[in-house]
């Protein structure tokens, strides 16, 4: 991804903001009109601004760590406070639409259980919704016809580099083959035309 630099540099740097975020996600046996499979759940969030984000915020490095600032964002954001570790971690970057920001971001696989829990409690229990974040969302990783499903999911209006985030961590995570993320790029480029 674009201006990474490793956790260790990224902590080293005096005069950042550090902001911390998270991508949800898990096998599911659902079927969609039930033929489709929608094989994995990945969870994202409507932000207040009406861009899609991941779940997390601005953590103090110097009051807290990166993780558990995520987890404080976590209880927030989702209503519960999801332990993460820095096993979860897998990119540090130099934000390019914010100055002086890094954006750090982790992977957490949960099942199927855990992420409807996480979806109720958004809504019930999750002290910034209706406000910071107008609702958790499910990433469509499917291809209908004319573009429906991932294409036009990904022709949306993404936070910062979250779009990159979202097409590497489906990647690294092996939720979608290298070809079919291809497609999908393509097919969202000639949507938004
Ligand atoms: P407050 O509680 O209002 O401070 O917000 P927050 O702490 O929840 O911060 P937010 O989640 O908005 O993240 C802080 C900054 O990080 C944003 O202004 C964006 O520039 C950036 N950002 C937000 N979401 C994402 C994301 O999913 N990925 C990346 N890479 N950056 C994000
Ligand atoms: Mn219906
Ligand atoms: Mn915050
Ligand atoms: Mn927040
Ligand atoms: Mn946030
Ligand atoms: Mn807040």
């Known amino acids: 991804m674009e201006?990474?630099?490793?956790?260790?540099?990224?902590l080293s740097r005096e005069g950042y903001r550090h902001?911390?975020?998270?991508?949800?996600y898990g096998d599911c046996s659902a079927k969609l009109f039930?033929?489709?499979p929608i094989k994995h759940i990945v969870l994202m969030q409507m932000r207040f601004d009406g861009l899609l984000g991941f779940p997390g915020g601005l953590v103090n490095p110097s009051k807290e760590t990166l993780e558990a600032g995520l987890s404080r964002e976590l209880?927030?954001?989702?209503g519960v406070a999801i332990p993460v570790g820095v096993e979860n971690?897998?990119?540090?970057?130099?934000?390019?639409?914010?100055?002086?920001?890094i954006t750090h971001f982790y992977i957490k696989k949960r099942t199927e259980a855990e992420l409807r829990e996480i979806e109720r409690a958004a809504v019930a229990t999750a002290t910034d919704h209706g406000l910071?974040?107008?609702?958790?969302?499910?990433?469509?990783?499917?291809?209908?016809?004319?573009?429906?499903?991932?294409?036009?999911?990904l022709s949306h209006s993404f936070i910062s580099?979250?779009?990159?985030?979202?097409?590497?961590?489906?990647?690294?995570?092996?939720?979608?083959?290298?070809g079919e993320l291809e497609k999908?790029?393509?097919?969202?480029e000639q949507m938004r035309r």
Not at 19 to 24: E, G, P, R, W
């Open 89 to 101: 971690h897998v990119s540090s970057c130099l934000a390019t639409s914010c100055p002086r920001l």
């Open 132 to 153: 910071e974040v107008l609702g958790m969302v499910r990433v469509p990783l499917y291809f209908l016809k004319n573009g429906g499903g991932l294409p036009f999911f």
């Open 75 to 78: 209880l927030e954001e989702v």
């Open 34 to 36: 039930g033929k489709i």
């Open 19 to 24: 902001a911390c975020h998270i991508m949800l």
């Open 161 to 178: 580099n979250s779009r990159a985030q979202l097409l590497s961590a489906l990647q690294r995570c092996g939720l979608l083959s290298q």
């Open 3 to 10: 201006g990474q630099i490793t956790r260790e540099d990224a």
């Open 184 to 188: 999908a790029v393509r097919q969202a």
